[in-house]
């Protein structure tokens, strides 16, 4: 029982040790503004999903998938453009990050963003779901909510903590092994594994903020949603259905968020003159 004590007193420290509290974003008008717990850099993470992207990408133009179709590459950078000015409204420092989409040709309904703005977004999507612009805004503005609120690092932080208490256990015992490399779980957890609903439901409120300041109609993220739901009446789910699960109450989570953005929507159409600022 001592022992059992002492160990649980040795991952406790070892845990506090590495861990810290940090505040990735501020609220903006949907008020999301939970407090996060990392035991990883941003930098340690963004340096990892740096090389781990251009390895993907490096990847997919061998295979001769890569930015295949220039009109539909231009359209889609245009809108993460317009996406990735309006990420001040959250936090400062994500202005100045080196935000890259591509546009990669798979079958598969699925978009990402990786930790420090590395998009892609997959043809399966825009012509599946036949996507129109308010619509790719909604999941590439979801997508960038996951980056700029460090999610990734935050799943990460977490798996590390399980893996700490493995590998010491390990150690203490003499078997195990400490987890995989980080690159590995960067891409992991935004390309296979499924966000929580708290992180869905953050990225859902962020997301549709961001359409909104970018002049995207927010309430697409609804019809996107339903375009998903359909979609996956066949044999092949949607890929982002399975890293994005849904919850029972999205939609009419989304219905009241996308309502309360709605007056930056209009002020960023140029609609409502009286009503910006
Ligand atoms: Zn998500």
């Known amino acids: 029982m001592t022992r059992v004590f002492l160990v649980a007193a040795v991952f406790s420290g070892a845990l506090l040790a590495g861990c810290q509290t940090v505040e990735t974003t501020k609220g903006g008008t949907v008020g999301v503004d939970r407090e996060q ?110 980056a700029l609120r460090e999610h990734a690092r935050e799943r990460i932080s977490r798996q590390m903590g399980t893996q700490m208490v493995v590998g010491i256990a390990g150690a203490l015992f003499g078997i195990g092994e400490l987890g995989q490399g980080l690159g590995n779980m960067v891409a992991d957890v935004t390309l296979n594994l499924p966000n929580s609903r708290t992180h869905e439901v953050e990225a859902d409120r962020m997301g549709v903020e961001l359409a909104a300041r970018a002049g995207y109609d927010p309430r697409a993220a609804i019809s996107l949603w339903e375009k998903m739901a359909k979609t996956s009446n066949g044999d092949q789910p949607p890929k982002w259905l399975s890293t994005h699960p849904a919850h029972e109450d999205r939609i009419s989570d989304l219905r009241a968020y996308s309502a309360k953005v709605m007056p930056l929507y209009q002020a960023a159409k140029g609609g409502g003159a009286s009503a910006g600022k």
Request: charged share 25%; proline share 2%.
């Open 37 to 146: 717990r990392m035991m990883v850099s941003s930098e340690e993470v963004d340096a990892s999903s740096k090389k781990q992207y251009s390895q993907m990408m490096a990847e997919a133009q061998k295979k001769g998938v890569l930015d295949r179709n220039a009109a539909q590459v231009q359209r889609v950078q245009a809108i993460t453009r317009k996406l990735a000015a309006q990420v001040g409204a959250f936090r400062a420092d994500a202005a100045k990050w080196p935000w890259e989409v591509h546009v990669v040709s798979l079958a598969e309904v699925n978009a990402w963003c990786m930790p420090g703005g590395k998009m892609a977004i997959y043809t399966g999507l825009i012509e599946r779901l036949n996507a129109t612009d308010d619509e790719i805004a909604a999941v590439m503005g979801h997508e960038i909510s996951h």
